[in-house]
């Protein structure tokens, strides 16, 4: 048994809300400057993120209302969300390298069904993401916003671990929430001020 409120499930859709607008502004933002391929990884990589953490709050949701227990959209969190986050990597990592061998990679990851590989290729992503918007950052001129996006990483990371642990504990999930929450706070600030600077206008070649 799952010990999940309905203020937790409701709160669960923040941290997804606050990741869409960010990359929604990032997809905005970069379109112009990101060969079609790397778009490609970049949108759908991002758009596979946001189904699973929607698809994860919706679940515990209809959970906590005791309507059912479709436990599916929980076990899929951690892969899909993993396999999104890498696409969206390496979507940044071929716009800043133009690189197109990388895409085969991209394109067709791995499927295994160890946490450990999962949890790995979301650190890769991430970390792609994250610093790819720091080198962003640092060749508008604007260093200080890299510090946002550092502190979003290590939100991730600690948020990737929780989520990879089988727990059923309330004080657990509500912990995970809001290291969940403060991370896409975090990357929020940093897209808006990489945006208020000028960011769809920057050549980046």
């Not at 189904?51 to 951690?78: E, I, P, Q, R, S």
């Not at 989520?163 to 290291?179: F, Y």
């Amino acid at each position: 048994m799952y010990d999940v409120s309905i203020a937790m499930a409701i709160v669960d859709f923040v941290p997804v809300v606050l990741f869409l607008v960010a990359t929604v502004i990032l997809q905005r933002d970069l379109y112009n400057k990101m060969p079609k391929y790397a778009f490609a990884c970049f949108a759908a990589g991002t758009i596979d993120v946001f189904v699973a953490g929607f698809l994860k709050a919706l679940w515990k949701l209809l959970y906590a209302m005791g309507v059912c227990d479709f436990h599916t959209l929980n076990t899929m969190f951690l892969p899909t969300q993993s396999i999104g986050l890498l696409l969206a990597g390496f979507g940044i990592i071929l716009m800043l390298t133009n690189r197109k061998k990388y895409l085969l990679a991209a394109a067709a990851p791995p499927v295994f069904s160890g946490t450990f590989v999962f949890v790995g290729m979301m650190v890769f992503g991430l970390g792609a993401i994250c610093g790819g918007l720091s080198v962003v950052a640092k060749k508008m001129k604007k260093a200080r916003l890299m510090l946002f996006f550092l502190l979003a990483f290590i939100c991730y990371l600690a948020m990737g671990y929780l989520s990879s642990r089988d727990s059923t504990s309330a004080a657990v999930n509500w912990i995970e929430q809001g290291v969940n929450t403060l991370g896409q706070i975090l990357l929020l600030i940093g897209v808006i001020g990489l945006h208020n600077a000028g960011l769809r206008e920057l050549k980046l070649a």
